[in-house]
T-cell receptor, first 117, second 115 residues
Framework: NAGVTQTPKFRVLKTGQSMTLLCAQD?????MYWYRQDPGMGLRLIHY???????AKGEVPDGYNVSRLKKQNFLLGLESAAPSQTSVYFC????????????????FGPGTRLTVT | AQSVTQLGSHVSVSEGALVLLRCNYS??????LFWYVQYPNQGLQLLLK??????LVKGINGFEAEFKKSETSFHLTKPSAHMSDAAEYFC?????????????FGTGTRLTIIP
């Protein structure tokens, strides 16, 4: 049981380049989330998904797109990277329907450190 | 709307001393409250959670927190600090209504343990 995994772990982009971050979970969770973590600002929600094929905007969605084509995967895309997107990105998942645990906590991946020059 | 305030971005305590990390929340409906810990270069790990059962919640590694509705607080404590407790700690709130699955995090408190 790997939990939540993220690919890649590190990436350096030039301004204007694009990339996709992949998040995968093997806990059969319904909900998945993308956060960014910046010094002194805690974690801020970028986008989230409450089920396969559905996505919604979080607190800081501008400059990012997401897709959830399969229940176990949640992709975060940057179409045209900017230096302001230099950050550590975390994926999380929660809520297994079979266990009926609506009060379940979020489980986090190890993070992706992205630098945009 | 929900929000969290963590007082003190940096806290230092001596090994063996009491650890107290402060968290105050704002929520328009009864909240669920969480404390997460982040060790260097790692993801977040749940320490403990309050979900409207007992107001005193015990977590992993000897930590506990008490929900105080009158003070809108959920402070994290540990009686005796250990070197391995050095990490960043985040308080988070979620409104306890169906359909709201979003956590709002505080800005974090970095805990340093002095030998």
């Amino acid at each position: 049981n790997a939990g939540v995994t993220q690919t890649p772990k590190f990436r350096v982009l030039k301004t204007g380049q694009s990339m996709t971050l992949l998040c995968a979970q093997d806990m059969n969770h319904e909900y998945m989330y993308w956060y960014r973590q910046d010094p002194g600002m805690g974690l801020r929600l970028i986008h989230y998904s409450v089920g396969e094929g559905t996505t919604a905007k979080g607190e800081v969605p501008d400059g990012y797109n997401v897709s959830r084509l399969k229940k176990q995967n949640f992709l975060l895309g940057l179409e045209s990277a900017a230096p302001s997107q230099t950050s550590v990105y975390f994926c999380a998942s929660s809520y297994n329907v079979a266990s009926g645990r609506m009060l379940d906590e979020q489980y986090f991946g190890p993070g992706t450190r992205l630098t945009v020059t | 709307a929900q929000s969290v305030t963590q007082l003190g971005s940096h806290v230092s305590v001596s090994e063996g001393a009491l650890v107290l990390l402060r968290c105050n929340y704002s929520s328009s409906v009864p909240p669920y409250l969480f404390w997460y810990v982040q060790y260097p270069n790692q993801g977040l790990q749940l320490l403990l959670k309050y979900t409207s059962a007992a107001t005193l919640v015990k977590g992993i590694n000897g930590f506990e927190a008490e929900f105080k509705k009158s003070e809108t607080s959920f402070h994290l404590t540990k009686p005796s600090a250990h070197m391995s407790d050095a990490a960043e700690y985040f308080c988070a709130v979620r409104e306890a209504n169906f359909g709201n699955e979003k956590l709002t995090f505080g800005t974090g408190t970095r805990l340093t343990i002095i030998p």
